[in-house]
């Protein structure tokens, strides 16, 4: 049974950075690309980060680039995502996926197991 869990959410203000964590357990993390979505309230999800196996090749929105960071340590079956200057319209819940193959995808469709979700939460 795999098992994706999200942390490192909170409440904090405009400005701060916030880094999430993700832990996977159930398969062979390292074999598999991993990808960071959000859904904030009345909003589709959408991917905000992804990143290959290995972790050589990441995938940012352009709308997020320099401000999000995707990473992952193998070693730990870990994945991260960096968040800097946060925004209120970053406020969302933050889910981490593993994905289907090494190869990372820029479709929420993509990913086949999901964690429940981190909460992030804004303020100005």
């Known amino acids: 049974q795999v098992q994706v869990i999200e942390s490192g959410g909170g409440s904090v203000h405009a400005g701060d950075s916030l880094t999430l964590s993700c832990t996977v357990s159930?398969?062979?993390?390292?074999?598999?690309?991993m990808g960071w979505s959000r859904q904030a309230p009345g909003k589709e999800r959408e991917l905000v980060a992804a990143?290959?196996?290995?972790?050589?090749?990441?995938y940012i929105p352009k709308s997020l680039t320099g401000r999000f960071t995707i990473s992952r340590d193998n070693a730990k079956d870990t994945l991260y995502l960096q968040i800097n200057n946060l925004k209120p319209d970053d406020t969302a819940v933050y889910f981490c996926?593993?994905?289907?193959?090494?190869?990372?995808?820029?479709?929420?469709?993509?990913?086949?197991?999901w964690g429940q979700g981190t909460q992030v939460t804004v303020s100005s």
């Open positions: 159930g398969r062979v993390f390292r074999d598999y690309s």
């Open positions: 990143i290959t196996s290995v972790g050589r090749t990441t």
């Open positions: 996926a593993s994905g289907r193959t090494a190869g990372y995808s820029e479709r929420v469709t993509a990913y086949d197991y």
